[in-house]
């Protein structure tokens, strides 16, 4: 079992949908949690993050940590086509700074 | 531009070769992280360095090695390449303190294919 697991898709919704966005993960020691935003043939870049459990909200974006069911959650209100890229869960935890990703999940918004 | 610098950008080589991608971390920055990224695999991490020290190791082949200089840029070595090994490297870089909760700053990546 990979310790973080995100569901591939592909997503495509229409403009102004409110998209929904999910990891699973299984190592208890996950304290950090984050979302990466790649868009096409660059590299990922940190779009949210949060410790523990919680919402944290930063515009359009809510990220969501439930640690009792080790679920993670990106939520995009009125999404944009500029919103299309491939967005990535990773989490960290323990005695080192390693970032464990999932596979991401590639939306597209359609105008 | 994210302040971390990845070169080359393209790199198309035959099976059996050796070749060296470098990486250039943010300013100020001392921790340098490589991840490979394929299709299937996803992001996979490799290998960390902080202030010229090996850190934490990944799930990095023997084939493949990696080191952090003086003056914080690092290189990763990859040998006798093999056709699986055609991915995109992605170099990342924190002030190792941090990390854990801002997460950290990925190069624009090294697409390498071997044929």
């Known amino acids: 079992q990979k310790e973080v697991e995100q569901d591939p898709g592909p997503l495509s919704v229409p403009e102004g949908a409110i998209v929904s966005l999910n990891c699973t993960y299984s190592?208890?020691?996950?304290?950090?949690f984050m979302w990466y935003r790649q868009y096409s043939r660059k590299g990922p870049e940190l779009l949210m993050y949060?410790?523990?459990?919680g919402n944290k909200e930063d515009g359009r974006f809510t990220a969501q940590v439930d640690k009792s069911s080790k679920y993670i959650s990106l939520f995009i209100r009125d999404s944009q086509p500029s919103d299309s890229a491939t967005y990535l869960c990773a989490s960290s935890g323990g005695s080192n700074y390693k970032l464990t990703f999932g596979k991401g999940t590639l939306l597209t918004v359609n105008p | 531009d994210s302040g971390v610098t990845q070169t080359p950008k393209h790199l198309i080589t035959a099976t059996g070769q050796r070749v060296t991608l470098r990486c250039s971390p943010r300013s100020g920055d001392l921790s340098v992280y490589w991840y490979q990224q394929s299709l299937d695999q996803g992001l996979q991490f490799l290998i960390q360095y902080y202030n010229g020290e090996e850190r934490a190791k990944g799930n990095i082949l023997e084939r493949f090695s990696a080191q952090q200089f003086p003056d914080l840029h690092s290189e990763l070595n990859l040998s006798s390449l093999e056709l699986g090994d055609s991915a995109l490297y992605f170099c990342a870089s924190s002030d190792g303190g941090s990390t854990l909760v801002y997460g950290y700053t990925f190069g624009s990546g090294t697409r390498l294919t071997v044929v």
């Open positions: 190592n208890s020691a996950f304290q950090y």
């Open positions: 949060t410790y523990s459990s």
